[in-house]
């Protein structure tokens, strides 16, 4: 059988530094592989797969098409269309998550290529920053508030407050930086496009899996819920399974066993032994710069060993979304979806200037307040 994203996979040049990156770490570290699977984030892996499925199968019943014509007529111009979805994509992960945001937008947009003349890779790259700026406002945004929430004993509006100057600064820049990269040109529509064939009741299947599979992730079932999404797309469209690009989540485990490898390197010991004695301007580099080798979810995890969950380390882990792909696991499926090879370079022309604006500008808000 010829597996969707296997051929890909050949040529990920992301997945290929990962292996590299893991074999030379061995060398250094004790080489465990029994431990390797205990590094892997399963909850992450299974979460990961459940949106997946439930992704491909709005994808395949037609809806992203319906819903596209729609947006395409309602805004006029290259630009309003742009600051639409990537507004959409801030606001939709500030209660959705970042990675169930992006799993909404980015199919929204590849399908929107179809209709009409946009920047689709560009596009993209602002909806991984926007879902990475949107989610950092909330408790419930991403995995890193999620853990820092738990440890600061903060309310949820107590804590939404906290991360609302940094939030409002970075959407704000954003959404300016956005509006003069997409040009107020008017919206080229393809000719000859055929009239949306699309399937209610596969859309309507999606949408009650995804509740269920929403309720088992809220009582701690992912796995059930992951099975029982699988199990009803078995029984109404099997070609959903097929479909899927289930390559990605070789990808996410190979990240979890690299990072599993690296910080058991003696000098990265050293260097977080010592965090708890660092000022407040090196605590914030130190949180960027981990961010930007291991993710800033592993970093949060770390760093909670020897810091206090606080604002400034809150503020910090998430500014480390931004820059270096491995900064954020967003960034990743993201630019995975997107399917251009470009698009892993170009993201860096947009990200790494965001994460030194933000770095800058959040700390010194950080500073007033």
């Given at each position: 059988?010829?597996?969707?994203?296997?051929?890909?996979?050949k040529?990920?040049?992301?997945?290929?530094?990962?292996?590299?990156?893991?074999?030379?770490?061995?060398?250094?570290?004790?080489f465990?592989?029994?431990a390797?699977?205990?590094a892997?984030d399963?909850?992450?892996?299974?979460?990961?797969?459940?949106?997946?499925?439930?992704?491909k199968?709005?994808?395949?019943s037609?809806?992203?098409?319906v819903?596209?014509?729609k947006?395409?007529r309602?805004?006029?111009?290259?630009?309003?269309?742009?600051?639409?979805m990537?507004?959409?994509a801030?606001?939709?992960?500030?209660?959705?998550?970042?990675?169930?945001?992006?799993?909404?937008v980015?199919?929204l947009?590849?399908?929107l290529r179809?209709?009409c003349?946009?920047?689709?890779?560009?596009?993209?790259?602002?909806?991984?920053l926007?879902?990475?700026?949107?989610?950092?406002?909330?408790?419930?945004?991403?995995?890193?508030?999620?853990?820092?929430?738990?440890?600061?004993?903060?309310?949820?509006?107590?804590f939404?407050?906290?991360m609302?100057?940094?939030?409002?600064?970075?959407?704000?820049?954003?959404?300016?930086?956005?509006?003069?990269?997409?040009p107020?040109?008017?919206?080229?529509y393809h000719?000859g496009?055929?009239?949306?064939?699309?399937?209610p009741?596969?859309?309507?299947?999606?949408?009650?899996?995804y509740?269920?599979f929403l309720?088992?992730?809220e009582?701690?079932q992912?796995l059930?819920?992951?099975?029982?999404?699988?199990?009803?797309?078995?029984?109404l469209?099997?070609?959903?399974?097929?479909?899927?690009?289930?390559?990605?989540?070789l990808?996410?485990?190979?990240?979890?066993?690299?990072?599993?490898?690296?910080?058991?390197l003696p000098?990265?010991?050293?260097?977080?032994?010592?965090?708890?004695?660092?000022?407040?301007?090196?605590?914030?580099?130190t949180?960027?710069?981990?961010?930007q080798?291991?993710s800033n979810?592993?970093?949060t995890?770390?760093?909670?060993?020897?810091?206090p969950?606080?604002?400034?380390?809150a503020?910090?882990?998430?500014?480390?979304?931004?820059?270096?792909?491995?900064?954020?696991?967003?960034?990743?499926?993201?630019?995975?979806?997107a399917?251009?090879?470009?698009?892993?370079?170009r993201f860096?022309?947009?990200?790494?200037?965001?994460?030194?604006?933000s770095?800058?500008?959040?700390f010194?808000?950080?500073l007033?307040?």
């Amino acid at each position: 059988m010829n597996i969707p994203g296997l051929q890909a996979l050949k040529r990920d040049r992301f997945f290929h530094l990962l292996l590299i990156i893991g074999v030379g770490l061995s060398l250094f570290v004790p080489f465990a592989p029994q431990a390797w699977p205990a590094a892997i984030d399963w909850r992450t892996i299974i979460t990961l797969s459940g949106l997946m499925m439930l992704t491909k199968g709005v994808e395949l019943s037609g809806y992203f098409d319906v819903l596209g014509r729609k947006m395409v007529r309602r805004f006029a111009t290259e630009r309003r269309l742009a600051l639409f979805m990537v507004f959409s994509a801030a606001l939709l992960s500030t209660f959705l998550t970042n990675d169930v945001a992006l799993f909404i937008v980015v199919p929204l947009t590849l399908t929107l290529r179809k209709l009409c003349e946009i920047p689709v890779t560009r596009l993209i790259i602002f909806e991984a920053l926007a879902v990475n700026a949107g989610s950092l406002l909330t408790p419930i945004g991403n995995p890193q508030n999620i853990l820092l929430w738990g440890r600061s004993g903060l309310s949820f509006t107590a804590f939404t407050w906290q991360m609302a100057p940094l939030a409002l600064a970075i959407v704000l820049t954003l959404l300016v930086v956005c509006w003069f990269a997409f040009p107020n040109k008017s919206l080229q529509y393809h000719s000859g496009t055929a009239g949306p064939q699309w399937q209610p009741r596969l859309v309507w299947s999606c949408l009650g899996l995804y509740i269920v599979f929403l309720t088992a992730l809220e009582l701690n079932q992912a796995l059930a819920g992951a099975l029982l999404v699988a199990c009803g797309f078995l029984f109404l469209a099997r070609r959903v399974l097929v479909s899927v690009d289930w390559t990605l989540l070789l990808v996410f485990m190979a990240m979890f066993i690299d990072v599993h490898l690296l910080i058991q390197l003696p000098v990265l010991q050293s260097v977080l032994h010592g965090v708890s004695g660092l000022s407040q301007a090196g605590l914030w580099l130190t949180a960027i710069g981990l961010s930007q080798v291991i993710s800033n979810v592993p970093s949060t995890i770390l760093l909670l060993n020897y810091v206090p969950p606080t604002a400034l380390l809150a503020w910090a882990v998430n500014v480390g979304g931004f820059g270096l792909l491995p900064g954020s696991l967003a960034n990743l499926i993201a630019l995975r979806m997107a399917n251009d090879r470009r698009i892993w370079w170009r993201f860096h022309l947009w990200s790494i200037p965001m994460l030194l604006w933000s770095a800058a500008v959040g700390f010194g808000l950080f500073l007033l307040i």
